[in-house]
């Protein structure tokens, strides 16, 4: 394998982890390295000094074209759940920016990319395909727990650590100092 | 073979094959000291190895380094050519949030008559 061939695999391989890496921890204080090890990747795979051979160009090439709509559908999603009334009242601006973005993603998307009818084949088989490598992964996490020796009943916390506990929710629910 | 069978083939075992690696991939990137990923990294192994022999005699090469990436290319484009189904379902479902009416909770209600964070 060349070595422009690796870069794409290794960059694509470095994006993966990275948004695996941002999925961690609470929703408030996602990883700090996620999301610069993901964009991290993302250069890797597309930018390169020499065209990398085949199949990887090809690879890079359809990867580059989907961003055209890619991108301003990812901005655009972002944008409408920041904006639509999920947690937290209706903010007008984010969600038509957002959905402006949407539209012009849409757009983009049937102005370049040619959907022919007999493709439905390979879409549905596509499905099948991740499918299965999810169902596969399931039943290893099953298997994997199952074989999880079950560990004895957790004590109840100490004095030391029920302090800490009132003291962390405490903090996080911005209650005051008690009367 | 019939190319368009060769071409469904193609996808089923690309995308089988890049779905395992993501996982794989997912998995290093979420290491952790309560994870057991043994199993699910050689299951997702397995997966990726018989999608990768499947293509190759789909295709009549032998089963080495090319025919892993060449499967791992078609999951990439196979990928792709159904990530806007997946953005059609995606919009329906932002059309959706877009236009509810956040339901009335008198916590969020007490939160919102306080002022906000410092």
Same mark, same amino acid.
């Given at each position: ?35 610069? %090890?993901?964009? &991290?990747?993302?250069? *890797?795979?597309? @930018?390169? #000094? ?7 160009? +090809? ?64 879409? %549905?088989?596509? &499905?099948?395909?991740? *499918?299965?490598? @999810?169902? #596969? ?7 994997? +727990? ?34 | ?118």
């Amino acid at each position: 394998m060349s070595l422009w061939a690796a870069q794409v695999w290794l960059g694509m391989a470095i994006a993966v982890i990275g948004f695996g890496m941002h999925r961690t921890g609470p929703a408030f204080r996602r990883h700090p390295f996620g999301a610069p %090890v993901a964009l &991290l990747g993302l250069a *890797v795979m597309l @930018f390169r #000094v020499e065209e990398p051979p085949q199949p990887e160009s +090809e690879v890079v090439a359809a990867a580059i074209d989907a961003a055209m709509w890619l991108l301003p559908a990812l901005i655009g999603s972002a944008l409408v759940l920041m904006g639509a009334p999920l947690y937290w009242r209706t903010r007008l601006l984010p969600l038509l920016a957002g959905w402006a973005l949407i539209v012009v993603a849409w757009c983009q998307y049937y102005s370049t990319m040619s959907v022919v009818l007999s493709d439905t084949l390979r879409w %549905v088989t596509a &499905l099948l395909g991740v *499918v299965l490598a @999810f169902t #596969v992964f399931a039943l290893c996490v099953r298997t994997a +727990e199952r074989m999880t020796p079950q560990e004895p009943e957790t004590e109840g916390l100490s004095e030391k650590e029920r302090k800490y506990v009132e003291s962390v929710l405490r903090r996080h629910l911005e209650v005051a100092d008690e009367p | 073979m019939n190319p368009n069978l060769e071409s469904v083939i193609s996808a089923f075992a690309g995308s089988a094959a890049l779905t395992s690696l993501f996982i794989i991939l997912a998995l290093i990137g979420t290491l952790n000291p309560y994870h057991r990923p043994a199993i699910p990294m050689l299951g997702a192994s397995t997966i990726i190895l018989a999608s990768t022999y499947l293509f190759a005699k789909t295709v009549g090469i032998p089963a080495d380094s090319v025919a892993l990436r060449m499967t791992m290319s078609e999951g990439v484009l196979a990928l792709l050519d159904i990530l806007p189904i997946v953005f059609l379902m995606s919009t329906f479902m932002f059309l959706k949030a877009s236009l509810r009416k956040r339901p009335e909770d008198p916590l969020l209600a007490l939160l919102e008559s306080e002022p906000g964070p410092k």
